[in-house]
């Protein structure tokens, strides 16, 4: 083994990644950043820039002589499939190789209604998006409201979703569309797209969804954590010490979010005679500047604080965030958390630590779904297999 | 790019991860195995059998012609050092370059003596232990009983560490022994010995050492997650719901070890007129058929599977492991434990979860610090500079 045989230790493939940012290089940034030699560095462009992965950018500023060309990212070499279905909508989204949501459509559906059906719609609808753009589709993302076993892409006993349990969503998607096919759970999509929009800043991430129920997805040294069976951010059913509040009822046994969701804010709500019969209800009461809906939703934050408290000493994360329907008046169950986790956890844990609202938006599913199909259609090895492909 | 390019996408440190578990294999299998052409291997076989970290192991079976040679990962080729540091004592150990520990020493000590004293005590019988085995040193692990910045390698803010807050120990161990060094926490460690232990299949694997404290290493894809500041796995500062049992009084509001830990069955054993100081006299009684001390273990199980639950719940683990000094009546534990985490924990979560007792024994910690030393000093990339350096 030579020095040389050292200096292809990286293929095409793993450059490539370096690229991803969109930060446009010269070819001498590259062997700078790489260790790779001149001539290895330029074979490896030469064929993304072959492939399209890469294009080229003008010229580098220059201290004299001809000045070097850069190249950088094409993220509109391609396309990416996102359909993220809810109980009651879906939205389809064609996003760009880097993930950035193109064009999206919502469609009310009933996931109820079973697989074949919410997923001809949601083809159907995916093909004239495709059609629109004519951008060759590089992986399709598909998330769903219900457990997922991530490595086959079936759901396993989901509760809300008659006829998914064990169905076989990436076959029935590759029938109708080329393209890998990756398939998880919504929180966990949510988690990926919040990731993803941060830029890759913040690397141990726990995104909290708080809506009719409260679910978690931990992404952990910049990866999504599953799990043996893919169930990994269940924090919706812990049962954490119960502090003495509205919500509770003195020697109360329920697991959180039946303490602390929209949906058992929306009942202390009525027990109080107010009328809040969804989360949206419980969104608009506090816009609405409604001092019970307020008081009742800092206190599920204070519940929900005793849990976050937990993952804080658990996991470690630099940042909690906190998403879901109950996320756009998330100031009041962050002030109710802030209080509990900072009192409950070690200070190591929490000295560096955000809880913040999801700068996610209506097109966060979208976002993370693409991400998603991303991570494996643009891996080291699925570009270094296209690059030999088109050999 | 070519598919002469492709093939070469497996360096010689990424194709000799392949080999890391011992297993003899000839070149055929390994161009099955990686995709890589048969040139591409026999040049990368020959490289790390040059470096000696592969040795020929005979032929293997033919079906007809000259049998192929077979060629295996020499884990005599060099050696790792580890040094375990608790409390009260060290074990130093030498170990192959699989982790098998081959010759261990343990001396008394206090930590709280300071990192000079301390080390220079561990590092005089290391060069003893690497004298007698003049193999060559690939890395250095070291574990500490307290929290450390995994990246820096120094201890932050460690309660029974005096002296050594901010002490960079890596470049202690430099002054005095080539090679990387890596420093963790002993309960990280003795979940990276765990993990090891178990050949590597069970990759989502909670280590929960129950002692004077209790903390955790958890084992998540295969990876250690260590959490933004590495103070993940913090099990036994969380608040969890107390049951009613003899440990905890009527709205007690401590934390998880203050109520499970050794040193909480110990008082409980004093209170009722048991003189009992220590772990090593709880395990004591209970060896010798105390009825008091059975029963107030199995409670502390009880309230250490509320926590456990939660662990679950969060991080679905296929496997959670007890160990520390009361995991020498672990069976106590873990019967108490059972019965509150299936009950408490979502069914697809436990489905095929095991509890068991550590099998890690004395020299857990030895194993845990060489592997964790191995895990950087046999990695792809410092395979391939070794080989780069050797030319």
Chains 1, 2 share one sequence.
């Not at 002030?335 to 700068?359: D, W």
């Not at 209506?362 to 030999?388: E, K, N």
Request: hydrophobic fraction near 45%; aromatic fraction near 2%.
């Amino acid at each position: 083994m030579t020095t040389t045989d050292h200096a292809n230790a990286l293929t095409a493939g793993a450059l490539f990644q370096r690229l991803r940012d969109g930060v446009a290089r010269t070819r001498g940034d590259l062997v700078a950043d790489t260790g790779l030699g001149r001539a290895a560095v330029a074979a490896r462009v030469d064929a993304l820039l072959a492939a399209g992965l890469l294009v080229p950018a003008g010229a580098a500023s220059s201290t004299g002589g001809r000045p070097p060309q850069v190249v950088r990212f094409d993220a509109h070499a391609g396309a990416t499939l996102a359909l993220d279905f809810g109980a009651r909508h879906a939205t389809i989204g064609l996003a760009d190789l880097s993930g950035e949501p193109i064009a999206t459509v919502s469609r009310e559906l009933d996931i109820a209604e079973g697989p074949e059906t919410c997923l001809r719609l949601a083809l159907d609808q995916a093909r004239e998006l495709l059609r629109d753009s004519r951008a060759e589709l590089f992986g399709v993302g598909v998330g769903v409201p219900g457990p997922v076993e991530h490595s086959t892409g079936r759901p396993v006993n989901p509760p809300i979703m008659p006829g998914w349990d064990g169905f076989d969503i990436p076959g029935a998607v590759r029938e109708e569309l080329d393209g890998e096919v990756q398939v998880d759970n919504d929180v966990n999509i949510l988690a990926i797209g919040e990731h993803a929009l941060r830029g890759g800043a913040v690397d141990d991430l726990v995104y909290v969804k708080v809506a009719t129920g409260i679910g978690a997805g931990i992404i952990s040294g910049g990866l999504l954590q599953r799990g043996a069976l893919g169930s990994a951010g269940d924090l919706g059913h812990i049962h954490v010490r119960l502090p003495e509040s509205p919500l509770v009822a003195p020697g109360d046994e329920r697991d959180l979010e039946a303490v602390a969701s929209g949906t058992a804010v929306a009942a202390a709500l009525r027990e109080r005679g107010t009328p809040a019969h969804s989360n949206a209800d419980v969104v608009r009461l506090i816009q609405a500047g409604d001092a019970d809906a307020i008081t009742l939703t800092r206190e599920a934050g204070r519940v929900l604080g005793e849990a976050l408290a937990i993952v804080v000493n658990l996991m470690n994360p630099s940042m909690i965030v906190i998403g879901g329907s109950l996320g756009r008046v998330a100031d009041h169950l962050i002030a109710g958390a802030r209080e509990v986790v900072y009192r409950r956890s070690i200070p190591l844990a929490t000295q560096h630590l955000r809880i913040e609202p999801s700068r996610g938006g209506v097109t966060a599913g979208v976002r993370g779904a693409a991400t998603m199909a991303l991570q494996a259609a643009l891996s080291p090895a699925a570009v270094d297999r296209r690059l030999a492909a088109q050999g």
